[in-house]
Structures are given as C-alpha cells and as structure tokens.
C-alpha cells in the first residue's frame, strides 16, 4: 500500500524527480540526466501502474490520491501529497492533471523480443515529434498494432508529451530500435514478415491491395521527407492512401492510424 507522506516545502529533496519538468537543461525525464520516466494524469498513471515501468513515487493533490486509492493499495511507493500550489512550484508550472508518477527506464527490449508473437508492427524513420509520436501508440494500442520499431532519426518515445499524448500506450505496447537501420529490416523479413512502406507516389499499390501477408510490418516516415529511398529499398512492397485532387499526404500518425485499421480490416 502507497505509503501518503505531507509535502509542504517545494524545495524537499524528496520530490526533486518531479522538478522542473519544463527545463529544458535539467528535466528529470532527458535520457541524458536521470533518464526517467513520467506519468501525468490519472489514466496515464494508472496505465504505468499496470505495465513494466514501475513506478518509484508519485506526486499529487489529495483529490487524485483518492481516485486512485484501489490501484496504490497494491504499490509500495511513496505518495508525496501536496497543494496545487506547492505542486506547481515543483514541477514549475500549474499541473491541471494533479498527479504524477515517476519510473526509472527498464532495459531496453530487442527486436526480436517485441516480435516474437507479433502479427501486425509499425517501424518508423526521421519520426521527430513527440506529438505524433504519441498519437501513433495511441492508435496502435486502439487497432491492434502489437509493436513499434524505431529506425534512425526518431525522437524519444519516453519524452513526458510523447507518453501523455499517447494516454500511456508507449508505457505498454512494446517497442524496440532496429540495429543496423535499414539492414535490420532483414530481422523482421527472416520472421516472415511482409515488409509494406507507405509513400505519396501514386503509382505505388493501394493500401487495401498490399497489405497480404500473415505478419506484416508498415514502415512510416517523418511528415514532410517521407521515407528516405534506402529505407523503401529495403521494402517488400510500397504501398499509399489514396488521396482527393490538390493533397498529397496526410498527418503521419492520421496516415498510420489508416494503415492500422486497413490491416484490423483485412486480416
């Protein structure tokens, strides 16, 4: 059972995990400081609660601590409870959510872990905004995605707005960083799966006649440069959505969600 504990003074060294969480040279959350990982939110909290994050306190006001009073009876961590004031001397910045959870990074899981039992995998490359990154755990845990690799260029999934944005997802559907980017690609073709990359080009296969395979991995690029040709290259087959006259393309976690779907559609 979480153990409740007062905070009145926003210096205590108690909660510094939870402080300054919008600096941009001494946020807890940077992998290069302590690399943490943080919850905001009741059901991105809850969400942490139950994955493989585990968290080591939390921090909130007294009207969050009791929403989730049934989920810390089975946690043996700290509840740092505080005014929204002093919350927000803490972290540096009024917190409407009232709550935050913090988790040390587990080791990093490996492709061929993530895809194990996989049917259905998004890979992405140069995926630099963790809004859409978010967005994109999101709609994979809402269609049936069972992992996210990460090729080259892509920003980091455990950034505080991409795990809020993503409602917690990233904190549960697997994920892992292809070696070798795009040779690695091989580790999922040698699984057997159908390697589809998505492309504006309009003579590329529609997306409702290519994706055919069993296991199938669609490949997604950054807004704007798309995919780079090596990483297409290194496809199976190249694949679009068809799109009315005068637009090219769409939002890439609204084109993923697209692909997601097509595939709980047909498979």
């Not at 260029?153 to 950034?159: G, M, T």
């Not at 798309?226 to 637009?247: C, F, K, N, Q, W």
Request: hydrophobic residues 50%; glycine residues 8%; aromatic residues 4%.
């Amino acid at each position: 059972m979480a153990e409740v504990i007062d905070i009145d003074d926003p210096a205590d060294p108690r909660v510094d995990d939870f402080r300054d969480l919008k600096s941009a040279d001494r946020r807890p959350d940077l992998p290069g400081r302590k690399g943490l990982v943080i919850a905001e939110g009741v059901v991105v909290v809850q969400r942490m609660l139950d994955s493989r994050f585990a968290p080591t306190a939390l921090l909130g006001v007294e009207r969050k601590r009791a929403e989730l009073a049934v989920d810390l009876d089975a946690v043996d961590v700290p509840f740092y409870r505080a005014s929204a004031e002093v919350m927000a001397e803490v972290v540096g910045f009024h917190l409407n959510r009232g709550v935050l959870a913090v988790a040390r990074r587990p080791a990093e899981l490996d492709v061929a872990e993530v895809v194990a039992t996989a049917r259905t995998v998004a890979v992405l490359e140069g995926v630099n905004d963790h809004e859409n990154l978010g967005a994109m755990f999101r709609n994979a845990a809402g269609l049936g995605v069972d992992a996210i690799l990460f090729g080259e260029r892509c920003a980091d999934p455990l950034y505080r707005r991409a795990v809020r944005v993503s409602m917690g997802h990233v904190l549960r559907v697997p994920f892992a960083s292809v070696p070798e980017w795009p040779g690695g690609l091989d580790i999922l073709r040698r699984k057997g799966f159908q390697i589809v990359a998505l492309t504006p080009n309009p003579k590329a296969a529609t997306l409702a006649t290519a994706l055919t395979g069993e296991r199938v991995a669609v490949l997604l690029g950054a807004e704007g440069p798309g995919l780079t040709e090596e990483a297409m290259r290194a496809t199976d087959v190249r694949a679009r959505i068809p799109m009315s006259s005068g637009t090219d393309s769409l939002n890439v976690a609204t084109a993923a969600a697209m692909a997601f779907y097509e595939r709980v559609r047909t498979a």
